[in-house]
């Protein structure tokens, strides 16, 4: 408020005064800045007083309440949630309130209350329950500065756990307070030689002179001291957890660490303590890092992967989880978002820089409860995208050309994608959801004329190549056409914005007058990576450029993209309520609300497998979980005549990750991977990773909406996000959680034993039970090995868990008609939601959606002697919700995996479902040995159509 009345004093001042003078000259103009810097120095000292009169109140208030605290007037701190605090430095006095490309949510509604302990002329300590934080008011020199040390000064502090006092009160886990006869006295009484040794002891030998050691618990600030060897006053926090000195700070954390900014939270086991400038060690890692060498074209080398390092020319960013129970955010560079978040709203990416020297930090003190820590960092950065539900399904993609196309185009024409590729898929009954056109759509005209095509591949451009396409409105639209009336096939083409635009473009000349050029010069415009955040040239360019292709999706395969750029393609078609995708590089913090992730190139390799599979789940910690993988990889040899650059086994290997990857994409280069092309031994197998992708769809969707976007954890996870006390859990990094429900181990190495064998290690956690999905059978817990076929997938499902899955009869209509459940054997309860909405549209974002809930009981009848000594109770709740095409009525089945005997009878909502043999009509139930997404068979109770809007009691009496 007051420097809102400041500013409208002065403005009036300039206004009255340039009104007064219709002519200025040199004396007005020195009485004007008089008036200005006497303005100014009002304003300081007032600032200055208004400071301190809030110290003065807090003295009287102890524990004044607030979410945000300004401890001095170049400091700010914000309690954003449960355990993330936000630290700010403005030495122009000026915060800054404007959301953040990475941080759209600077004071979430829930955060908990700051909580004063102290704020006095020196410290100010205050908590919001969770994280406790201390910033000392004075400057303290950093070992950065050094123009006071003394050979015999404090340098450092350490915690008690370390020696004291050159040793001779050794601190261990037994003698929390000094091994006997070395009480905390006798180590003040070392050091009376030392001026006040107080609360702490100082070390003139080993094991690192010059250190200061501190020696009562109840002494909780960590300190820096240079000069004297006075170091013994007291604060609210601990010191730093022990360790390897931390390197020093960079200079941009010179201000926190001179002011000792420091935080502690947890409790026992879980304790973490922090302090500015302190090492990153432990930090969880996020995703692949942006750099224009993002392409995977040499990875992957293994030296240390268990530590974070798969390979060094392709590093993963850093997350906000740390086994050493925080990490820091640093979001002073961002760039700001004015009028608004930019999240599907009217901001825009901001031209008024921050202030010069600005420091802003996110501390994320999450402990090891990851899960939640996620949750939060989505509060702040705001949800992960919720893709269409064509985009988790079946993906077809490659690249054309020479040598094995025999042409820079090959066969890619308008009717060759229609008969060799969708119809090739239609008529073998395979799962076709996204179609993708690889560079070659928009190829090169001649530049003078613009009308003749000249052969050549277009980089960039956004003019279908008619030569190819005569009609590409009608070529989408066919390929897109509708499926046994239902949804369709989405069309995705292969952007590279960064090329101009030049006047053989189609839309040259709209686009030129929007931008105030003159269309006659033929002058080439700017694309839009180097002018995504100029608002008139993207409102141009995405009504003229991208708008006209007619494609559903988008890819942009441009090393320089950023948050920003990538985020455009989706929010444009959402404000004509239409839900895409952009799958590009990543382009840093704050891409996880938009974009999916495009690996870029790779070779045909078995290490890159592996390394897909590591670093996939990781980029949870980051919240970029929807990475999308050249499946098969991009680039290699040929090995056979039939243009196939990868071993059959390899391809199978990789489809059978892409069954449990965020998405299944296949594409490569000069190349042949339709699956049908392998001939006998392989078709089948490669053909059931399709069909299992298609029927997981209704499970990973829900996941999407329910977990994914609503809590932020992705569809794939490593193993510590479950099981974070379990050092095992840690070590398996070549399998993960996926869902809630599953742990999968993807095979990444040639079969070399007997039968086309292979063995892997893997790890089943030993906290709860756990069934192989292939077989239905109970699996012990522990590090073990196992042998698989080339038809298995090391997966595994937890015991009594409940899947939604569809049949290939959904696969292009926008929810599950029947909707499959698996009930899996081991428990006696459980539960699972099916959620569903208007696919393609971005009314989700406005509530309109249904969830339909459903549980399931075992309880015995109490008769052994009878037929059924057991019954199971499932019932499927009314939905909850609506959206546009939602169905009236629907079909539901319920598969008992792997059941240990024959139900005696079966009833839907009272009526009786005889046994009849299999493949029936709905409203009979049978035994199958069909597997649905790769799952071990059963018996299948199918009822009857029943209406959404009601409840469907199923009961099913067991042996």
Known sequence: LFRRSFFQWGLRLVCRETQRRHMWNTQHILVMATKISAMWAVYCIATFLSVQYVVVSSDSQSFREQTQLQCDAVTRFSSVSTHVIRAEYAPSFFFEDRPSIAFIVRSPVNAPLLSVIVNDSTWCNFTNGFVTMSYSKTASPTSEDKSNDRDDACTNVRNLTDFVCDGKCERVPEYPNGKPNSTEAECCAICTSLASCGSWAYATGAPAPGTCYMVTSSTVKRLRHSGTRNVGSKSALPPPAPGPPSPPPPPGDTYFAHHLLQARGGSGADAWHWYAGMSSEGNLNGTLFPTPSADMAGCCSNPNAARGVYDHRYPLDKGVLSRAGWAVVDDSDMHLIDNGTGYYDDGWISSQPRPVGNLDWYLFGCGRDYESCLAEFTQAAGPIALPPMSVLGVWWSRHWGEPFDKGLFGPMTEKNIMTEVVDGYLSRD???????????????????????????????????????????????????????????????????????????????????????????????????????????????????????????????????????????????????????????????????????????????????LAYEIWMTPIASNIAFGWWSHDIGGFSGNVVDKDNHTEGPELFLRWLQFATWAPIFRTHCRYCEQRIWTFGEKWYPLMRATMIARNALVPYIYSHAALNTHAHGRSLLVPMYWDYADSDAAYEAIHQYVFGRDFIVAPIFNASTGPGNTTTKSVWIPETSAWIEWSTGKSVASGWQEHTYTLE???????????????????????????????????????????????????????????????????????????????????????????????????????????????????????????????????????????????????????CAAAEVAQVLSIRIDLP
């Open 430 to 608: 395979l799962p076709l959801n996204v179609v993708v056109l690889d560079m070659e759509w928009h190829s090169m005209v001649d530049a003078a004329t613009c009308t003749e095509f000249i052969g050549k591949k277009g980089w960039g451009g956004y003019s279908w190549n008619t030569t190819l396409f005569p009609d590409p409105e009608a070529f989408v639209a066919s390929v897109g056409r509708s499926v046994n009336g239902s949804l369709g096939i989405k069309v995705a083409l292969n952007y590279h914005p960064d090329e101009g635009i030049d006047q053989c473009q189609k839309n040259y000349a709209a686009m030129a007058t929007a931008l105030g050029v003159d269309p006659t010069s033929g002058d080439s415009l700017p694309d839009l990576n180097p002018m995504h955040t100029n608002r008139t040239y993207c409102d141009a360019y995405f009504e003229y450029m991208i708008e006209p292709t007619h494609a559903q999706y988008a890819w942009t395969d441009s090393p320089r993209v950023t948050t920003w750029s990538n985020a455009l393609y989706v929010q444009y078609p959402a404000k004509k309520g239409k839900r895409g995708i952009n799958f590009s590089r990543y382009g840093g913090l704050g891409n996880h609300r938009t974009a999916h992730g495009f690996s870029g190139d790779t070779l045909r390799k078995w290490d890159t």
């Open 792 to 942: 298995q997938t090391p997966v595994w499902v937890r015991a009594g868990a409940m899947i939604p899955t569809q049949t290939m009869s959904s696969c292009y209509q926008p929810y599950a008609d029947p909707t499959v459940w698996i009930i899996v054997p081991g428990g006696s309860s459980g539960t699972a939601s099916l959620y569903e909405d208007a696919s393609d549209s971005m009314a989700f974002r406005s509530g309109e959606a249904a969830t339909t809930v459903v549980t399931y009981s075992i309880a015995s009848t109490g008769n052994a002697s009878a037929a059924g000594t057991r019954v199971m109770n499932v019932t499927i709740a009314a939905a909850v919700g609506q959206y546009a095409g939602m169905p009236t009525s629907r079909l539901h089945q319920v598969l008992l995996m792997a059941a240990d005997g024959v139900p005696s009878d079966a009833r839907c909502n009272g009526a009786s479902v005889p046994e009849t043999p299999p493949n029936t009509v709905p409203g009979r139930w049978k035994q199958t040995e069909h597997s649905v997404a790769g799952s071990a068979g059963g018996y299948v109770v199918a």
